[in-house]
């Protein structure tokens, strides 16, 4: 349990809300749901493309290379909104503590998680 408290502190905002080195736009990932502009901005626009985002499984196997193409696109364009907007991905380095872009592979993992 102290492990937990401890696990769960360490991803707490700050007073401020927001973690050193990171903006009201910028998308925290970690162990918990952040309420941060960005992110509330990833599910708005996640839940605006989650209808075109199963509509390319319907009726097709995902190894189709037209469906994982259009599920691609519909990620990258999130991924494209969310950085138009001055948000990045960030994520709390287990050895320094501190906020780091994660690459934009790690982006879209987080947005297909999110879908």
Partial sequence: LLLLLL???S???PPDGLPDGCTVNDVLIGGKK?????NRLLRDIVE????DHEAADAGSDYL?????ITKSKIKK???ETIKDN???????DKVTGLWV??????????ISYEL
């Fill in 77 to 79: 364009q999130i991924l």
């Fill in 34 to 38: 952040f309420e941060t502009v960005g």
């Fill in 7 to 9: 696990c769960l502190q």
């Fill in 48 to 51: 605006s493309r989650y209808d």
């Fill in 11 to 13: 991803f707490a905002l």
């Fill in 101 to 110: 872009e994660v690459s934009d592979e790690d982006a879209r993992k987080k």
């Fill in 64 to 68: 189709d290379p037209p469906t994982k």
């Fill in 86 to 92: 001055g948000g990045r991905f960030m994520k709390k």
